[in-house]
């Protein structure tokens, strides 16, 4: 196994088992939950949306690591974000998942990037895109339940 894709490994492990943002936030004006009948996966976002922009993201649930992974990267990633700058990374991510390996959008996602590899695995493409699904639901205040069956 390469060196990067084992650090990759590592991230997604260190981030599935210690999850940032975790926890319910009191304070939100968006909330939605997500499900992946697939795999299980089980989520609610919450986000606090303050002048146009993320000013916290939190998440509740459980899932496979790639879920888990996944929610908790977005949520570092997305704070402080404008709605326009969140719709342009779940597009350049949502493409890096399900097309795989691309340098230029690597570069552009950063840390995101270590979530590539899912592209390799098109069943686990629900899971890493769950919490991305449900984020998109919360900002436009769906009123159902996120599913990616």
């Known amino acids: 196994m390469s060196a990067l894709r084992e650090l990759y490994q590592q991230v997604i492990v260190d981030h599935s088992k210690q999850p940032r943002n975790f926890g319910a936030l009191d304070a939100a004006n968006h909330s939605k939950e997500g499900f992946n009948p697939l795999c299980g996966d089980r989520l609610t976002v919450y986000i606090l949306e303050q002048a146009g922009s993320i000013a916290k993201i939190q998440f509740v649930g459980c899932g496979c690591a790639i879920s888990v992974a996944s929610a908790s990267l ?11 700058e969140v719709n342009e990374i779940f597009n ?20 995101l990037a270590v979530l590539a590899g899912v592209a390799e695995f098109p069943a686990r493409v629900k899971c890493a895109t769950l919490a991305w699904h449900t984020l998109k639901a919360a900002l436009a205040d769906d ?3 996120v599913s990616t069956e």
Not at 92 to 111: I, P, R, S, Y
Request: no cysteine; glycine share 8%; proline share 0%.
């Open 143 to 145: 009123a159902h339940t």
């Open 74 to 84: 977005m949520t570092e990633v997305l704070t402080g974000k404008s709605q326009a």
């Open 92 to 111: 350049d991510f949502h493409q890096l998942v399900t097309l795989g390996h691309d340098a230029v959008l690597e570069e552009k996602l950063g840390k």
